[in-house]
């Protein structure tokens, strides 16, 4: 069965320190992936997907960055963190159409 | 780029009554797929419900059941015989054909009243 795995689960992290979220997907082959953000109380902002390796697309331009290194991982960064970059973060993957999106745990970064 | 709309903030529901979430959405495609997906407190995301926009037939799940109006772009969530458990953030969702991008909309904050 299909898996996927975000860390951590909440970090803290001073306004300017760069950022590294991590999330992996077990048991499947070149899923799509989506990292979303989500504001307190609100809805869920698209900030990267990507179909490939190395195929990134960026929805909102803005201090983040993702990548995908390896087919099954994706990787959000940011350089210098700003205090507008809290939020939780959600990883997804799908696989083709008609499949609904698997979420991971989801990370709460708090920048103070 | 496709948008999805809830236009209900909040809503509120007795325990046991039906309750009806508003979803549209706009899109220039014609082949696409319709989610809702339940977010409890401990915000995990759940899917409740999905419906293929080439089928007329509305989808059910249970107590929850869709009115898929594909002319108006409307998308509807319906929930019967409401439970405490059903108090939730519900987020209407839109996947393109080709199955690879997810946009959601702002979401509807659920409470089941006792």
């Known amino acids: 069965s299909q898996t996927i795995h975000q860390w951590p689960a909440t970090l803290v992290q001073p306004v300017g320190s760069p950022l590294s979220l991590e999330c992996t997907v077990e048991?499947?082959?070149?899923?799509?992936l989506y990292w979303y953000r989500q504001a307190a109380g609100r809805g869920l902002q698209l900030l990267f997907y990507?179909?490939?390796?190395?195929?990134i697309s960026s929805e909102v331009p803005q201090n983040l960055s993702a990548s995908r290194p390896q087919d099954r991982q994706f990787i959000l960064s940011s350089k210098k963190l700003l205090l507008s970059d809290s939020g939780f973060y959600l990883c997804a993957w799908n696989f083709g159409s008609n499949t609904e999106a698997f979420f991971g745990q989801g990370t709460r970064l708090t920048v103070v | 780029a496709q948008t999805v709309t809830q236009s209900q903030p909040e809503m509120s529901v007795q325990e046991a009554e039906t309750v009806t979430l508003s979803c549209t959405y706009d899109?220039?495609?014609?082949?696409?797929?319709l989610f809702w997906y339940k977010q409890p407190p401990s915000r995990q995301m759940i899917l409740v419900i999905r419906q293929e926009a080439y089928k007329q037939q509305n989808a059910t799940e249970n107590r929850f059941s869709v009115n898929f109006q594909k002319a108006a772009k409307s998308f509807s969530l319906k929930i019967s015989d409401s439970q405490l458990g059903d108090t939730a953030m519900y987020f209407c969702a839109f996947m393109n054909g080709a199955g690879n991008m997810l946009t959601f909309g702002g979401g509807t904050r659920l409470m089941v009243k006792p």
């Open positions: 990507s179909v490939g390796i190395g195929q």
């Open positions: 048991g499947t082959s070149n899923p799509n």
């Open positions: 899109t220039s495609e014609s082949n696409y797929y």
